[in-house]
């Protein structure tokens, strides 16, 4: 708003009686009958007062600053096509954990006493929740909702009884927001009559006001204990110099004090301005609003109570005097019983020719303080319409319209009493009271400002197990109120309710899913913004391996497979349980035990064969399934062998048939073949035919002896191998020896004499030493090549004389010693 020429404030003084009328009192405003008490029921005369600013602004304060092209987008209109979803929604709008918007109706719903209702921006659904009873639950709910730090939400109502014929009181109740059940917890018992919104101290305790409640009926600040579910009066206003028919809520200041407005009593009987401790002691009414008689304050502070980032506290009268001026909006620096109130700005509609059409008389709500730092309230009337508006406002009382109701586009709504809330997104939510077509509406102004409330994860996506980082943060909580903070998820993983859940208003924290699904997170503060995201957290996937195993067993015997069940993502070790399947059969189960898992199987009931086995494993809560590679698993029998060797006994280079049968084998008919050997000499391998396999060994490349024969079965698919042995005995071959040559030899001569050792009808070759005597006398002794041997004898190597002239074979490995025929020579 734009300073205010002196000429101006000459008209609003000159328009102002000399001596303040006295107001109505608390217990008059009461005889009139609860309807009287609904905002919006007895409209004041029609405004044309002048927009004023305080002397006390600072002349050079900042110019506000919006973007333009601000629109409006009806998200429910109530009371169409029924009365069922609510009429008159009068309280302030809250954003709770789930990230929906939440506030009451004053009528409607299936009793005709109010509702509950939430608004869920991402699917732009509107549902009521639940239709109070006025004679069980009480009626007209003005004040606005809070999610206390235990996760529910609270909200008084009005009076008890139906609509035309309530009686004063209320009640105070609770709401479920994840079960959807309403408890009623206290019923005042004075009067009551609450409108100020409550307040939480995240510690166990809401503080809250009424108007006629008390021990003299002239209102109350009372506190309830929702752990222990205790309720206290805390202060009982006397009408006189305290104050009188609070209707604003509380600000619990940074300070550590309560500080609130009344809307009656005083020294002028126009309300006060307090403070006092939590527990009640040290009240203290330090201002008396004067109706614009000696400054520009108003009457009747009726909204709560901010702080601002500059420590200061900020609120708005809703009422004027002889130009009917719709209120003011006023500065209170907080220093407890010292504190002092410095009026800002008038608020109100234009007089012509000056156009200061800001709008004025605000009711309910309280400044909300957006994401750009500046303050936002909503005049009930006034505007271009004239059905309300949106003010920006700053700490010097400098003023923004930034839109007016009663437009074809809000569906020319009017009445916007319990303020604006700003979402994540940067825009602005309310509801006004009523509209030219039904009972008011739920909107949405396309600020696109800085959202106040932020929460972002890490990742988009996430794995179970795995920890994914949060940050946080909020820009407009500077009363303590304001700063409880409470942390949540779906998954309990962030937070929680109560003292676990409480939070620093800026921060970030690593946490861990642990389960599959989408997960919300949120972060709320005050009790009346959050911030929330969603995270779609998957089951982390999984790869399978065989680490050993047997390719081959035979049938009874106990197989080992180890298997391996490894993460993709992240460090821990999948845990459940692993299935080994051989063939299309599952013949054991194990449980993993730091990934891994051993089976230990008998063989004895799975028929002989080849198989394909793999290991399955089944997944968890955090883990995907996966299915090994195949390994083959050959489970063989171990076949009867018998073995027969024809002769076992035969001479050196002759040949022996040996006879091997394979029995008692897996089906089919064992293949495969039957290697014959000693330790030293492997004699040959044949196939096995139709379970026999027949060989004929030739033993002339050993040597006579005694020899085990081992016949090796090489076994198939369906048979283990097997051996058998035989004990086979080869005999010397018996030798022939045979001598020719001179049978004289004459003197200085010589005779030569060859020798040959035969193997009659046996193959192979003699060897080893033929010796020639010529009598007993040795002549010669040479070694055989090829069976035969030539000795030749000088006639100087023997007397003359007459000879019986022999050859000795001596034998080999493989032969008998044999001497030759008889030869007579002469030596001359």
Known sequence: MKQVPVLMLALIAAALPSVAQSPMTVKEKLAQGVAALVPGSQKFASPTSVGAKSQAATPNAPTLQFSGGVSPTVLHTFDVPS?????????????????????????????????????????????????????????????????ASDGYLYGTTLAFGAPGSAVAGGSLFRYNISTGVFISLYRFQHGGTPY?????????????????????GDGSIWSWNYQKNTFKTLYSFTGEQDGAGVTGGLVLASDGLLYGTAAYGGSFGWGTAFELN??????KAFYNFTNFYSAIDGSFPSADLVEAQDGNLYGTSCCGGGLNLQGAFFRITPDGANSTLT???VLGQSVYPYPFAEGGDVDLGRPMIAGDGYMYITPSYGGTNPGGTVLQMDTFGNANRIYSFESPYDDFAISPYGGVMEGQDGNLYGATFSSGFASG??????????????????????????????????????????AVCVARSSDGTFGGNGSAGLRTIAGSESVVPVASGSVAYSFTCGGVES??????????????????????????????????????????????????????????????????ATFSFPTALIAPGVYQVHVTYGGSTAFVSSVSTNDKLDIRVLPAITFHATPTTTT??????????????????????????????????????????IFVANFGQIAAGTYVVTAAYSGDNYNEPVSATQTIKITKATSTTNLTGPTTINAGSSGSYKISVARPNLPGTATGKVTLLFGTVVVGSVELSGGVATISVPSSAV????????????????????????????VL
């Open 83 to 147: 009365s069922l979803d609510g009429q008159g929604p009068d309280a302030p709008v809250i954003f709770a954990s789930d990230g929906k918007l939440y506030s009451t109706t004053t009528e409607g719903g299936k009793n005709g006493c109010g509702t509950i209702f939430n608004f869920d921006p991402a699917s732009q659904t509107y549902l009521t929740l639940y239709s109070l009873d006025c004679a069980k639950d009480g009626s007209l709910p003005l004040t606005g909702l809070i999610q």
């Open 196 to 216: 100020g919104d409550m307040i939480d101290d995240g510690k166990g305790t809401l503080y809250g006001t009424t108007f006629a409640d008390g021990t003299y």
């Open 278 to 283: 939590t527990n009640g002691t040290g009240f």
């Open 343 to 345: 009026p800002l700005a």
């Open 441 to 482: 509406i739920l909107y949405e102004l396309n600020a696109g400002l800085p959202p106040a409330i932020s929460l972002s994860a890490s990742t988009s996506s996430a794995y179970v197990g795995v920890p994914l980082s949060l940050s946080w943060s909020v820009s407009n909580a500077f009363s303590n109120n304001a």
């Open 531 to 596: 911030a929330t995201t969603a995270i779609q957290v998957s089951k982390v996937p999984t790869t399978t391996t065989i680490e050993s195993s047997p390719t081959t067993i035979q049938q009874g015997q106990t197989a080992k497979v180890t298997v391996a069940v490894a993460a993709h993502v992240g460090s821990n070790l999948p845990q459940g349980t692993v299935s080994l399947v051989v063939g299309s059969q599952t013949v054991s189960t194990a449980t993993l035990s730091d990934g891994k």
């Open 652 to 693: 050196q280079g002759l040949d022996s048939t040996f006879a091997v049968v394979i029995g008692k084998t897996g089906a089919p008919t064992p293949t495969g073949t039957v290697t014959f050997s000693t330790p030293a000499y492997k004699f040959g391998s044949t196939t096995v035919s139709s379970g026999m396999a």
């Open 799 to 826: 007397k003359a004389g007459t000879y019986q002239v022999t050859a000795e074979y001596a034998g080999d490995a493989n032969n008998t010693a044999s001497t030759s025929q008889v030869i007579t020579v002469k």
